[in-house]
């Protein structure tokens, strides 16, 4: 390391850079089913009634263009989730185990996914009958009913996506701040990065390349750039620093069907294959493997970033 912790060459950088931890989740804690693990969850009625409730008020304020603000809705929402959280935490001591529960944590993301999807479907439906009860009557509203329902469609996956990070910023500061210790005691650090998987922003887009997604998290790329500038990007960091490995983001190795994914509920891995490839179908243990470009604290290294900025000039 250069004077003062400078970086001054390549081997500085590479004292400071570090790979993070493949992560992996074992599935054969459910029960087997003939070919398959299938696991029912049950979630409280309480929290189900009320997560539809805010589901369609963010929806309902999201589609006509209104700011989305904390209510009494959302903490109510809030409550419940940390009491259902609580509860199942709890079951660790009698008949759940810790790979179990965290597997059960991914069922309140389905649910909001699904139920998210319900409502914008609801909201279009009616949009649509609006549309022909006006045409058929002839009414002088007909025209501002259209344009309201193209602007919906062309607008579908943006408010898909901010309706899904709206309740999952709420639900995941109350993994934070109200049950970060009961987590650590009951479950441990079975998976660390447990809370960024399951609130990741790519969960709550329609596909890996939304505008929104990309506006909020990642430089606004191209569409038809998106993919070489990546490989662009990988293969020349692999040529500054060969002793690293660098996995490549999309797996150039086809898939028979054999292999491919056999269920995709919410089509996340259908509409990730453009971008990522096909996914493998993993069986018992579901594993991801990271290099060290996948690793957030390389970037915030501004020694680091610096010296990577200047290097790819």
């Known amino acids: 390391m250069g004077r003062k912790?400078?970086?001054?060459?390549?081997?500085?950088?590479?004292?400071?850079?570090?790979?993070?931890?493949?992560?992996?989740?074992?599935?054969?804690?459910?029960?087997?089913?003939?070919?398959?693990?299938?696991?029912?969850?049950?979630?409280?009625?309480?929290?189900?009634?009320n997560g539809k409730e805010v589901v369609e008020s963010v929806a309902k304020q999201v589609v006509a263009g209104l700011r989305v603000g904390r209510s009494e809705l959302i903490d109510d929402l809030r409550s419940k989730y940390r009491d259902l959280i609580k509860a199942t935490l709890h079951r660790v001591k009698t008949d759940l185990s810790t790979p179990l529960i965290n597997i059960l944590h991914f069922a309140v993301i389905k649910f909001v996914l699904q139920e998210t999807r319900a409502q914008i479907d609801k909201i279009s439906e009616q949009m649509e009958e609006t549309l022909f009860q006006q045409k058929y009557?002839?009414?002088?509203?007909?025209?501002?009913?259209?344009?309201?329902?193209?602007?919906?469609r062309q607008n579908r996956n943006s408010f898909t996506y901010k309706i899904n990070r709206t309740i999952f910023k709420h639900l995941q500061r109350e993994e934070t701040t109200e049950?970060?210790?009961?987590?650590?005691?009951?479950?441990?650090?079975?998976?660390?990065?447990?809370?960024?998987?399951?609130?990741?922003?790519?969960?709550?887009?329609?596909?890996?390349?939304?505008?929104?997604?990309?506006?909020?998290?990642?430089?606004?790329?191209?569409?038809?750039?998106?993919?070489?500038?990546?490989?662009?990007?990988?293969?020349?960091?692999?040529?500054?620093?060969?002793?690293?490995?660098?996995?490549?983001?999309?797996?150039?190795?086809?898939?028979?069907?054999?292999?491919?994914?056999?269920y995709d509920e919410l089509g996340g891995l259908f509409a990730?294959?453009?971008?990522?490839?096909?996914?493998?179908?993993?069986?018992?243990?579901?594993?991801?493997?990271?290099?060290?470009?996948?690793?957030?604290?390389?970037?915030?290294?501004?020694?680091?970033?610096?010296?990577?900025?200047?290097l790819l000039l």
């Not at 991801?288 to 604290?297: A, M, R, T, Y």
Request: hydrophobic share 45%; net charge negative; aromatic share 8%.
């Open 5 to 49: 912790g400078i970086v001054c060459s390549e081997a500085d950088i590479l004292a400071l850079v570090s790979a993070p931890a493949s992560i992996e989740i074992d599935t054969s804690v459910g029960d087997k089913g003939i070919d398959n693990y299938h696991i029912d969850v049950e979630l409280s009625a309480a929290f189900v009634f």
């Open 137 to 152: 009557a002839g009414s002088r509203s007909l025209m501002a009913t259209q344009r309201r329902f193209t602007s919906f």
């Open 179 to 262: 049950l970060r210790q009961l987590s650590e005691k009951f479950l441990g650090n079975s998976i660390p990065e447990l809370l960024n998987i399951m609130f990741n922003p790519m969960l709550s887009a329609s596909n890996p390349l939304e505008d929104s997604l990309l506006h909020e998290n990642y430089a606004l790329w191209n569409r038809a750039e998106f993919p070489m500038a990546i490989e662009k990007l990988e293969a020349h960091l692999g040529k500054l620093f060969p002793s690293l490995q660098l996995l490549p983001l999309k797996s150039k190795v086809g898939r028979g069907s054999a292999q491919s994914e056999i």
């Open 272 to 310: 990730a294959q453009n971008l990522l490839g096909p996914s493998k179908d993993q069986k018992v243990l579901v594993s991801e493997s990271f290099c060290w470009l996948d690793q957030p604290g390389n970037v915030r290294l501004s020694s680091t970033q610096a010296s990577i900025a200047v």
